[in-house]
């Protein structure tokens, strides 16, 4: 795992990127993508030898890190045996994939549709309940990310939806829970829980109960800061769904296998949707997969009515063959188990500390090895380190973070005011120590920004 410097064929590949690679999310002719020569368990390195501990995990989805020995070869097995075939055969890896699946999901949900990512599952949940319930309208939380096709990116509630919001996608949003900044005036988790459960109950009311297909919902939401659902908020959601005929989704793509110390999030709220949407985790990303888990009473919706969707690449044999070997590498060594013990012995103690010593630390929280530090200007007054969706000279003091980070030898995901510690779930408590030793010297330059 020693990186070799080889700078010329670093040039080469950062010149063939910068020349025809379009990147995503990103003004082309700002950016400047690092060139990665290789990786290996929690690390990454460039062509210039220097590595990195990623703590980003990717996208957060190399939830067993990058190369395990055991899914590169049962994808090389994989490709020898049986590279492509098409969806409507019954393929061994696909059959096996789904099982392991179906027996971690919580309640019934045992059919498994796959899917390419998340975006497309989320997309087919949301078509699978709107022909379930025969209405149209989908609630989705502010504060949430679903991915970035048509319907996902319409059902998102941060910034990126703005661009490609046609306001005719039959999409309402709401709030949800977010004590650190209520939008309900709340002091304690009781009444953040009970003001947007009513709020969520109102907002149905006024929409009409008979119009409204589904809530989506992200169990413990990613990208968008990592809020842990007071107690209680979940299981009340799933209440208002059951009294209004209004189908249940979860979004897992990000909290699910394992990232929360939990096979899945909803676990840890002992909550069972009727949908639940996954990716990322299922095989560590190593070749793209998704799917929705579907409960019972769904799928005899499409028991003798053919379900009208379907994918070129629906539980690709390779990518089913990368999450058959992902799963059983998770069961036989323990890798929820590790989330669990080093995200509450080492991680949150750990970070808790962090916001003691450093000013900019506004908030910890999260679950696993599912954290978000939210950085602030001022502890007291709760302003953000940076405005909200900030960009060039406002967004300074984050640009600064980031490069201190990367400086001491950890990659940090980065929304907004926020850094995420999001590291493999296998990570080992050494270099989980020494990720935090370098996000503590990378926080005091943020610090330089508080007042």
Known sequence: MT????????????????????????????????????????????????????????????????????????????????????????????????????????GDLDKIFFTNAGA???????????????????????????????????????????????????????????????????????????????????????????????IILETIPGTAGIMVPPPGYLAGVREICDKYGIVFILDEVMAGFGRTGEWFAADLFEVTPDLMTFAKGVNSGYVPLGGVAISGEIAETFGKRPYPGGLTYSGHPLACAAAVATINVMAQEGVVENAARLGSEVLEPALRG????????????????????????????????????????????????????KKHGIWPFINMNRTHVVPPCNITEAELKEGLAALDAALSVADEHTR
């Open 354 to 405: 962090l916001a003691e010593r450093h000013p900019s630390v506004g908030e910890v929280r999260g679950v696993g090895m599912f954290w978000a530090l939210d950085l602030v200007r001022n502890k007291e007054t709760r302003e953000p380190l940076v405005p909200y969706n900030a960009a060039g000279e406002a967004n300074a003091p984050m640009l600064a973070f980031g490069a201190a980070a």
């Open 120 to 214: 497309d599952a989320v997309e087919h949940a949301v078509r699978m309940a709107r022909l379930h319930t025969g209405r149209s309208k989908v609630l989705a939380a502010y504060r949430s990310y679903h991915g970035g096709t048509q319907q996902a990116i319409n059902l998102t509630g941060d910034p990126r939806r703005w661009a490609s919001d046609s306001a005719s996608a039959g999409v309402v949003h709401f709030w949800a829970p977010y004590l650190y900044r209520s939008r309900f005036y709340a002091e304690t988790e009781e009444q953040e829980c009970a003001r947007a459960l009513e709020h969520l109950e109102t907002t149905i009311a006024f929409e009409g109960p008979a119009t409204v297909a589904a």
């Open 3 to 106: 990186p070799q410097p080889n700078p010329e064929v670093g040039a080469a590949v950062k010149a063939a990127d910068r020349a025809h690679v379009f990147h995503s999310w990103s003004a082309q002719e700002l950016i400047d993508p690092l060139a990665v020569a290789g990786a290996e368990g929690s690390y990454f390195w460039d062509y210039d030898g220097n590595r990195y501990l990623d703590f980003t995990s990717g996208l957060v989805y190399t939830n067993i890190g990058y190369q395990h020995p055991k899914v590169v070869a049962a994808i090389q097995e994989q490709a020898a045996t049986l590279s492509t075939f098409a969806p409507a055969f019954a393929v061994e890896a696909r059959s096996e994939a789904a099982r392991l699946i179906a027996e971690r999901t919580p």
